[in-house]
């Protein structure tokens, strides 16, 4: 114990004459990764002094000390800009994944001599990955752990501006009170604070239809459109109100913090006088990885030993065909044979290929069937599905033969000669670089849509949401309207994706990719129970 304390002072010493830790420790044989065998808790340090998967901090004793590099002395508000207090999950100072609670002991406790996460820190990442602000190398931490709005319907707390004369009657509490007069374009509400909402509703008397543009800000200046709607008017989305009387309410399509909904009417005709009689907002959303998303341990997907933090908000390049390492994903083990987790940007004859038997997919039909997911029923074997064991399929849409396709199928053979033309933005610059593949429809991490949909908060440019809502999937409900709300496959009657001008869906509207339909598109369908293809019960 005597000749530890005399090698920690020693290396604390040379520290402070400038000397470079990891290798004075290397020459004590301290120095400790993961399963490294170091002594016990110097392995943080060099987790982040020069680990692959670490910050690669250097020997900067300050970083993380005050006053002199002695354990005595760490101050773990340093720890903030990292690990992240603010957000849904303290990386600080949570007693199970915090940072001052696993300090010193990253090898014996928080993984195990493999590289995996021990039990109970499954949600180790997410001490990172949340809503917080998490900032390393001035990059910050993608929020994996999702968002979760809580929340009743409730008023503004006041009309800031409106050509509808009566306009605060919207804001009475009164249904039988409306606006009192037929014309009008725009009403500015103040919600009283900035505040996170999630969606609107207006109660209306009359089986007349409006149609509605929806901005929020947090000043009257600057506006983001949050609400595009599923109604179409001027060749441009809108959110309609009516015909139905009563309650018309909608959920948004971007979540962003606000403080004033600005709300513009853009049909034509004059409204029938106290038509509209109240409005109200709530925030109700709860989404990510451990919400909707896989749920399952990081590590199964990501190799936790790779290199993590580079400097670069997103290392995968298609140019560079990176995914697998860029992404951090994990190789997997098929017919005696490892391969790489995700072949993206996809090359070769797509057309000609089985997607059943390729390994372009690897790492999801780890999981997932692949005769269940792309079976069909004009295939052979195990691969004869009939019948189809994916609800991606439309009942209305036959075939020459009369029989429904799978639409999985459809999409992953691709289009143009082999199959192969580029039609996927794989790395999210806005040109289409690959074939489809399935994480061009899917954020594996859990999403605002159902089926884990593209919705555009991990592809959007770090910090902003200028990709969301993508194609924004709504399952449509059982009389075949569009439900934002809807996320039990088994409640729905078929999907439809976000209108946003007539033509060809394209990068340039959607985000996401060139499409051989328009950027909406419906599938009406009866839900079956396939367990969405996993392997097993």
Same mark, same amino acid.
């Given at each position: 114990m005597? !000749?530890?304390?005399?090698?920690? @002072?020693? #290396? /604390?010493?040379?520290?402070l004459c400038?000397a470079?830790?990891? *290798?004075?420790?290397a020459?004590?044989?301290?120095r400790?990764?993961?399963g490294?065998g170091?002594?016990?808790g110097?392995a943080?340090?060099?987790v982040?002094?020069d680990e692959?998967?670490?910050p690669k901090?250097?020997n ?6 005050d ?5 005595r002395?760490?101050?773990y ?7 992240s207090?603010d957000?849904?999950?303290?990386g600080v100072?949570d007693?199970?994944i915090?940072a001052r609670?696993?300090?010193g002991?990253?090898t ?7 590289g ?8 180790w990442?997410?001490g ?5 602000t ?8 993608p929020?994996?752990a999702?968002?979760?709005m809580t929340? !009743?319907?409730?008023?503004p707390? @006041?009309? #800031? /501006? ?6 605060d009657?919207l804001? *009475?509490?009164?249904t039988?009170?409306g606006?009192?007069?037929?014309d ?5 509400f ?5 505040t996170?909402?999630?969606?609107v ?7 007349q239809e409006s149609q509605?543009?929806?901005y929020?800000g ?7 459109r949050i609400?595009?709607?599923q ?6 989305p809108?959110?309609?109100i009516g015909?139905?009387?009563?309650w ?6 971007v ?6 909904l ?6 034509p005709?004059p ?6 009689c109240e409005f109200?907002?709530?925030?109700d959303l709860?989404y990510g990885?451990f919400?909707?998303?896989h ?8 190799d936790?030993?790779s290199?993590?933090?580079d ?10 065909a990176?995914?697998?390492s860029?992404?951090r994903?994990?190789n997997?083990?098929t017919?005696s044979?490892?391969?790489p ?6 090359t070769?004859?797509?057309s000609?290929?089985d ?7 690897a ?10 997911v792309?079976?069909?029923?004009y295939?052979s ?6 019948p ?6 439309n009942?209305s849409?036959?075939?020459a033969?009369?029989n429904?396709?799978n639409?999985?199928?459809r ?9 192969n033309d580029?039609?996927?933005?794989s790395?999210w610059?806005g040109?289409?670089d690959?074939p ?5 429809c ?10 884990m949909a ?6 959007s ?8 809502p993508?194609i924004?999937?709504?399952?449509l409900?059982?009389s075949?309207r569009?439900d934002?709300d809807?996320?039990d496959?088994?409640?729905?009657s ?5 209108f946003?001008a007539?033509g060809?869906?394209t990068?340039?509207k959607?985000s996401?990719?060139?499409m051989?339909h ?5 599938y009406?369908?009866?839900?079956a ?7 097993g019960?």
């Amino acid at each position: 114990m005597k !000749d530890r304390i005399l090698v920690v @002072a020693a #290396a /604390a010493a040379l520290a402070l004459c400038g000397a470079t830790w990891p *290798d004075t420790a290397a020459a004590w044989g301290m120095r400790g990764g993961m399963g490294g065998g170091g002594m016990g808790g110097w392995a943080s340090h060099h987790v982040h002094w020069d680990e692959e998967w670490g910050p690669k901090l250097g020997n900067k004793c300050f970083t993380c000390h005050d006053g002199k590099p002695s354990r005595r002395t760490v101050n773990y508000s340093h720890c903030i800009p990292c690990h992240s207090p603010d957000g849904a999950i303290d990386g600080v100072n949570d007693p199970e994944i915090g940072a001052r609670y696993n300090w010193g002991r990253m090898t014996s406790v928080v993984y195990d001599d493999s590289g995996h996460l021990r039990p109970g820190k499954e949600r180790w990442c997410l001490g990172c990955h949340d809503d917080g602000t998490a900032v390393i190398n001035d990059v910050p931490a993608p929020n994996i752990a999702g968002r979760t709005m809580t929340g !009743d319907w409730q008023s503004p707390a @006041a009309v #800031a /501006a409106s050509d509808f004369p009566g306009a605060d009657n919207l804001l *009475d509490g009164d249904t039988d009170t409306g606006n009192v007069v037929r014309d009008g374009t725009y009403i500015i509400f103040d919600l009283g604070e900035v505040t996170d909402i999630s969606h609107v509703r207006f109660y209306t008397t009359s089986d007349q239809e409006s149609q509605w543009e929806v901005y929020g800000g947090t000043d009257t200046e600057n506006w983001t459109r949050i609400l595009l709607g599923q109604s179409v008017i001027f060749a441009a989305p809108a959110w309609k109100i009516g015909p139905d009387t009563g309650w018309n309410e909608s959920r948004l399509d971007v979540f962003v913090p606000v403080r004033y909904l600005k709300l513009v009417r853009v049909s034509p005709p004059p409204l029938t006088v106290n038509s509209l009689c109240e409005f109200q907002y709530k925030k109700d959303l709860s989404y990510g990885y451990f919400v909707n998303g896989h749920k399952i341990g990081c590590d199964n997907c990501h190799d936790i030993r790779s290199s993590h933090i580079d400097g670069l908000a997103r290392t995968y390049q298609a140019d560079q065909a990176n995914y697998s390492s860029g992404y951090r994903l994990v190789n997997v083990e098929t017919d005696s044979d490892t391969v790489p987790a995700m072949e993206i940007p996809r090359t070769g004859c797509n057309s000609d290929e089985d997607p059943a038997t390729t390994n372009d997919f690897a790492l999801c039909f780890s999981c997932h069937d692949r005769s269940k997911v792309l079976g069909e029923i004009y295939d052979s074997g195990e691969m004869f599905q009939y019948p189809l064991q994916t609800n991606f399929r439309n009942d209305s849409h036959l075939d020459a033969n009369g029989n429904v396709r799978n639409e999985h199928r459809r999409h992953i053979n691709g289009r143009g000669y082999c199959g192969n033309d580029p039609v996927w933005d794989s790395d999210w610059d806005g040109v289409p670089d690959s074939p489809m593949s399935c994480t061009a429809c899917h954020n594996v991490h859990g999403s605002p849509s159902p089926a884990m949909a593209r919705h555009g908060e991990l592809t959007s440019s770090p910090g902003t949401n200028d990709k969301v809502p993508m194609i924004n999937l709504r399952y449509l409900d059982e009389s075949g309207r569009p439900d934002g709300d809807l996320a039990d496959v088994m409640a729905s009657s078929g999907g439809v994706t976000q209108f946003y001008a007539p033509g060809p869906g394209t990068p340039d509207k959607n985000s996401t990719c060139k499409m051989c339909h328009n950027d909406e598109i419906s599938y009406q369908r009866q839900p079956a129970d396939v367990n969405h293809g996993l392997i097993g019960p």
